[in-house]
């Protein structure tokens, strides 16, 4: 019986584009970084239960319990997203708790039709217990056991964490969101020292499974930029699988209006000067 709570946003049964083959995945509530370009700031904070979002859900899913407390009445809630358009705390009153026993029996529903399991976010390592356990019991599972475990991260985990969930999972994504600090924290208030070290270190330990590059026009999308972050990761590991990402508008909060989204054009010159400086697994996105 493990003993840690997971808090949620949301589980999807089925996805192909976080981490390899058909995944189940598990996006967590809560981030520490504030990223401009996040494409669901809703996972960032978690809800204070001011109730803000009580009125306005078309649907009177939402009350208000001593507490107080915002509950909310999952039948009747339609997913419209209303509530987490107008809160201003970027949370939802969505978010849950949960039991690894819960998440594996889902898991265990999906099995015969996945390839893996994937923790993303929100940030995924700020639950590192949690996804110990999760994954420690399904690589104990002999039903689950071929499912590969993966975890999509800001990189910002201290080695001690890599080091305890190395073990039991098979690979992470990191994101890179700029080499220069200072453009790191323009884009993600925080500094990119972790996130550095993170991708040095897990692919010492092989299990560093991509680096994913957001391209964020006017920000690390100069050739310059592109050249210097290739050969950093060069250095590392020049077998190391790139993911080149063109910034996307879609999701971004209000009062990020100033970013501009990257051209398909950019995009393939950018994932052209990576193949260049010698990198054979690039995928542009
Ligand atoms: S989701 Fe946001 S608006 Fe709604 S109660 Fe929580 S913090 Fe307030
Ligand atoms: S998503 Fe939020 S606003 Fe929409 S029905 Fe559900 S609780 Fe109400």
């Given amino acids: 019986m493990n003993t840690t709570l997971g808090r949620l946003n949301k589980v999807l049964r089925f996805s192909t584009v976080d981490g390899p083959g058909n995944r189940f995945v598990i996006f967590v509530q809560g981030c520490n970084f504030d990223c401009a370009g996040c494409h669901n700031p809703y996972t960032i904070t978690d809800c204070n239960h001011c109730g803000l979002c009580v009125r306005p859900c078309p649907e009177d899913a939402l009350t208000i319990e001593p507490g107080p407390f915002v509950v909310v009445d999952r039948e009747t809630c339609t997913s419209c ?16 708790e949960t039991t690894v026993e819960d998440l594996v029996e889902q898991i265990r529903e999906t099995a015969k039709f996945i390839s893996g399991i994937t923790v ?12 110990f356990e999760l994954f420690s019991t399904v690589k104990a599972d002999p039903e689950l056991s071929h499912l590969t475990t993966f975890i999509d991260s800001n990189g910002s985990a201290p080695r001690h964490v890599w ?18 600090d200072a453009t790191h924290v323009q884009l993600t208030a925080a500094s990119n020292m972790p996130v550095l070290d993170s991708i040095r270190h897990l692919a010492g ?4 499974h991509e680096v994913r590059l957001l391209i964020m026009p006017g920000y690390n999308d100069d050739d310059g930029t592109v050249d210097r972050t290739a050969a950093w ?3 590392i590991d020049p077998g190391t699988r790139v993911v080149v990402i063109g910034f996307r508008r879609h ?3 209000r009062g990020f209006d100033y970013l501009v989204e990257s051209s398909p054009d950019q995009m393939v010159t950018i994932g052209d000067r990576f193949r260049a400086a010698g990198f054979a697994d690039v995928v542009v996105v």
């Fill in 233 to 235: 990761l060069r250095a």
């Fill in 251 to 253: 999701g971004v909060r």
């Fill in 205 to 208: 330990i092989g299990r560093l």
């Fill in 120 to 131: 993303s976010g929100g940030e995924a390592t700020l639950q590192a217990d949690f996804i």
């Fill in 163 to 180: 080091d305890r969930l190395a073990p039991v999972m098979d690979g992470a994504m990191i994101d890179l969101k700029a080499l220069d």
């Fill in 81 to 96: 997203d209303v509530c987490i358009d107008v809160c201003p705390f970027d949370a939802t009153p969505l978010a849950y």
